[in-house]
Structures are given as C-alpha cells and as structure tokens.
C-alpha cells in the first residue's frame, strides 16, 4: 500500500528500514544538568518500536547557556555521554536509525526559562521576548565553535547514526548566516564568506568518518527582508555537499515571524521548499511540516519533493501511527 515509504533508503553508509522520520522535538524531560533521563529514553524508544525509520532527539545543547528551558538536553561534557549512548541503543535496539540534533538557542533565548544569559552575534530583542542579546566576543565565539565540535564528537562515539546541526528557526548558528541578526563588522559579519565562518570553523576539525554523519536542518524562508531564503543558502548548501551531509530537513521562520508565518504558510508549503532545495543538491531531503498520515508522506515521495518524511505533531498524538498504517 505504501510502496515507496515502506523502502529502505541509504544516507551515505547507513541503511534506513523504510522513508519515515520523527521529525526533531525536546520534549523537555533532561535533568537539569542536561543529561538524559529514563522518561527520556522511554519515549524515543518506544518510536522506534513502532516502526519508524529514523528517529530524530532534538534540540540538544552544546554549550551551558546554549539550551531553551532548565529541562533541555544537552551534550558535549563528560557526565553527558552515558546517558546519550543508552538512548542511542534504545533507538537502535528497535531497528530505527538513531539521530542526535545539536544546537545553540542564541539570541532567541529567555532567561526566565532557561535561567542563562541570552547571546547572539548583535544586539537584538525578540519582540515576544524582550530580552537584548548580549554581543559575543571572538573568545566566546570561538569557546562556541568548540562546544560544537565536542559534542559532536561526543554523539559519534556514543553511536548516533546521524548528527544534525540546527541551522534554522533563527538559533545562534542561524543568527550568524543572516545579516537579519548578523550587524557585526569583524571576521564574523559583513560578508556571506564571514557570515558562514563558523560553521567552516566547526566542521573543519572533524574527521571525514565523523562528517559522514552529519547532517542539518536549514531554512526555506525567514519571512524578514534581510534573512536567508532558498536561493540565499545555495553557497552554503554547497559548502555542506563538499563535506559530505547525509541529509537535509528545511523549515521556515524564526521566533520573530513565527505569527507572520502561520498566517502565510498554508499545508505544503513546506513541502514545496523541499522540493525547492531538491532542485540545488543530490544530497537527500527530509520533507516535513504538518504530514498528519503516511498517505500524505506517500503522496510527497511520489511527487519527488523529497526522500523520506518526517512527523512529529503526528506522532505525539499516536506513537503507534506507522506501525498501525504499515499494518493494514
């Protein structure tokens, strides 16, 4: 009945059951020291029991005031990695590709949640937030670009199959590509070539087995003049096939236009914007964005506009969903 979504797939060495994926979600369950917790463990494993393909955790830190709540996952110190290698063996254990999503929150930060300072490459306020950003320094940045090549370290000696990086949805990396966020004038702003610098920074240490498994979350649009679109990311999509991504999910907006966005965006277009980033790279896409059935996710692998499909409000509703729609 689902011919297509029921295939396995190859990213790069690694062989995915079949084209579904549990789209990226914290559902907010660590210790307050960031690391993972039975509850955690639970929940991503009983998805891979039922039948997933991939399963994505997302929303990880790497630094100390990079998460978004006190209850965040995070990544990258020692006391982190028992807890990430047990639930990398839950997933995988019950036959879904296993994937670790790493990110900063940056400017978007709120101190009330998180109870850290909130950074950014320029001074900005989230309008529903109110908080300024603090301006990081080149010491601070690069103490960053550091936390970022630990805890992917970190992931690939724990097993994860997959490690994606978050650029989109306006978190830190993100606010350094997009001259929206980016007012800087050193060796981190002005120019596309600067703006990119960090993530250069990050992935040049890596070892190639390691940057085998990388793979990233990007923008389709920011919905802001100045921000980062499709045809805006296409060197930066290049720079990413050069090192050799396994996979990309593409999404769309910050938290500044997140209202403008649901106004605008109606069911698909999210998937258009796969299709679109399809059109600049042979690297496989992830489409996602309100697939509510695996009907839908057929239909969106059968008109190409990407590779496989990921749900996530779908699958907090009914974990079982898969299972039960590959069963019938």
Not at 28 to 45: E, L, P, R
Not at 136 to 161: C, M, P, W
Not at 229 to 254: M, P, Q, R
Request: hydrophobic letters at 35%; proline letters at 3%; charged letters at 25%.
């Amino acid at each position: 009945m689902f011919k297509i979504s029921q295939s396995p797939i190859k990213l790069n060495n690694i062989t995915i059951r079949n084209r579904t994926v549990s789209s990226p979600v914290s559902i907010n369950m660590a210790n307050t020291d960031g690391t993972v917790t039975k509850n955690i463990i639970s929940y991503f494993s009983n998805l891979a029991a039922n039948d997933l393909g991939m399963v994505t955790v997302g929303a990880t830190s790497v630094s100390e005031e990079g998460g978004d709540t006190c209850n965040g996952m995070h990544a990258g110190e020692k006391k982190h990695f028992n807890g990430l290698k047990k639930l990398c063996e839950g997933i995988k254990n019950n036959g879904a590709a296993a994937t670790l999503q790493l990110f900063h929150v940056g400017a978007q930060g709120n101190t009330e949640y998180s109870k850290q300072r909130v950074v950014g490459p320029s001074k900005y306020i989230v309008p529903d937030i109110g908080i300024e950003a603090e301006i990081l320094s080149i010491d601070e940045i690069k103490r960053i670009e550091n936390d970022f090549i630990k805890a992917i370290n970190q992931a690939y000696q724990a097993g994860y199959d997959f490690i994606e990086l978050h650029l989109a949805h306006g978190y830190l990396l993100h606010e350094f590509f997009s001259p929206h966020t980016n007012k800087r004038k050193d060796e981190y702003g002005g120019s596309e070539e600067n703006r990119f610098r960090i993530i250069k920074n990050i992935l040049k240490p890596l070892d190639v087995k390691i940057k085998n498994k990388l793979a990233a979350r990007l923008t389709g649009d920011d919905f802001t003049p100045e921000g980062l679109n499709i045809s805006k990311i296409k060197n930066l999509v290049k720079f990413l096939d050069e090192n050799n991504f396994s996979y990309y999910t593409v999404t769309a907006g910050i938290y500044e236009t997140a209202k403008q966005k649901y106004i605008k965006m109606k069911k698909g277009s999210y998937w258009d914007y796969s299709a679109e980033l399809k059109k600049i790279t042979k690297t496989p896409v992830i489409a996602q964005g309100n697939i509510t059935s695996i009907e839908e996710g057929e239909k969106i692998l059968s008109e190409k506009k990407g590779d496989l499909f990921g749900m996530c409000q779908a699958l907090i509703a009914d974990p079982e969903l898969v299972k039960k729609s590959f069963n019938k």
